[in-house]
T-cell receptor, first 113, second 113 residues
């Protein structure tokens, strides 16, 4: 069964600083990969996804992620964080041809002004 | 284009009661998936509905059941509520039944007392 690990439960960065959120997955093949963001009490908003092709994918709100097959990782990055980016971020995997998303436990991002 | 909507936003039930949660899929999407998100956790897959039939189920007991209607909207029913059922219930819709991006609604916060 696939699994997703987000090793950082909480991260605090200063506004304007760069950000990298880590995600590692365990799966027999290369799954489809997603990053979602959740503001307090809200649903999940899709930031970006990787299905195939270019391993560096661009998303909304200035986020990008890089798929590294050798490391089974799909880390999320942003060059300059804004206070409005404070939220919880979830990495998720979907087997190719599958229907069940498997999520990590999330990383809570705090932005200091 | 209308996104995924869910109702109600919040509700409070007591142990042993039954509850019905509702979801309208994004325009043009024929597949609906339900997830349970306990506090501090990532969402867990409950089941998926496609063409009005259950199409895959996670590790949830039979007292969690669902329906999908001809207009692709869906219901999640939970019988004999337990305290551990307190969670945010998220509905997601997708254009394809397998291997496709899932778009989430705002969720229903269920509290069981």
């Amino acid at each position: 069964a696939q699994s997703v690990t987000q090793p950082d439960i909480h991260i605090t960065v200063s506004e304007g600083a760069s950000l990298e959120l880590r995600c590692n997955y365990s799966y027999g093949a290369t799954p489809y990969l997603f990053w979602y963001v959740q503001s307090p009490g809200q649903g999940l908003q899709l930031l970006l996804k990787y299905f195939s092709g270019d391993t560096l994918v661009q998303g909304i709100k200035g986020f990008e992620a890089e798929f590294k097959r050798s490391q089974s990782s799909f880390n999320l990055r942003k060059p300059s964080v804004h206070w409005s980016d404070a939220a919880e971020y979830f990495c998720a995997v979907l087997p190719e041809g599958g229907n069940k998303l498997t999520f990590g436990t999330g990383t809570q991002l705090k932005v200091e002004l | 284009e209308t996104g995924v909507t869910q109702s109600p936003t919040h509700l409070i039930k007591t142990r042993g009661q039954q509850v019905t949660l509702r979801c309208s899929s994004q325009s043009g999407h024929n597949t609906v998936s339900w997830y349970q998100q306990a506090l501090g956790q990532g969402p867990q897959f409950i089941f998926q509905y496609y063409r009005e039939e259950e199409n895959g189920r996670g590790n949830f007991p039979p007292r969690f059941s669902g329906l999908q209607f001809p207009n692709y909207s869906s219901e999640l029913n939970v019988n004999a509520l337990e305290l551990d059922d307190s969670a945010l219930y998220l509905c997601a819709s997708s254009l394809e039944v397998q291997g496709d991006t899932q778009y989430f609604g705002p969720g229903t916060r269920l509290t069981v007392l």
